[in-house]
């Protein structure tokens, strides 16, 4: 059973960053995928951001490309989501998962395990 707890959410204007953190423990040496997704108020959880455990491979969310970059620390099984040029419509809650079999990376139902999210607002 993994254990997936997000940190680092907050309050910050239009145009500001802010670094998600996905601090990860159980099983981790089986996970084959994390990724990021996120939910506004009202709609349904999105995906926007996803990195292979093993290679490093990252995919995003065009709505979030050359914005946001995910990245993984091994050693501290950890993974981040960078968030720059934020702008208002990224808030949202924001949640760390984990896929234990590679697939699209972008689809909610490959992922077994889930944070508990963190909430990022943006004000503009």
């Known amino acids: 059973q993994m254990q997936l707890v997000e940190s680092g959410g907050g309050l910050v204007q239009a145009g500001g960053s802010l670094r998600l953190s996905c601090a990860a423990s159980g099983f981790t040496y089986n996970s084959a995928v994390m990724g990021w997704f996120r939910q506004a108020p009202g709609k349904e959880r999105e995906f926007v951001a996803a990195?292979?455990?093993?290679?490093?491979?990252?995919y995003y969310s065009d709505s979030v490309k050359g914005r946001f970059t995910i990245s993984r620390d091994v050693a501290k099984s950890t993974v981040y989501l960078q968030m720059n040029s934020l702008k208002p419509e990224d808030t949202a809650v924001y949640y760390c998962a984990a896929a234990l079999s590679i697939g699209t990376q972008q689809l909610r139902e490959e992922y077994k395990y889930w944070g508990q999210g963190t909430q990022v607002t943006v004000s503009s």
């Open positions: 990195i292979r455990w093993n290679s490093g491979s990252t």
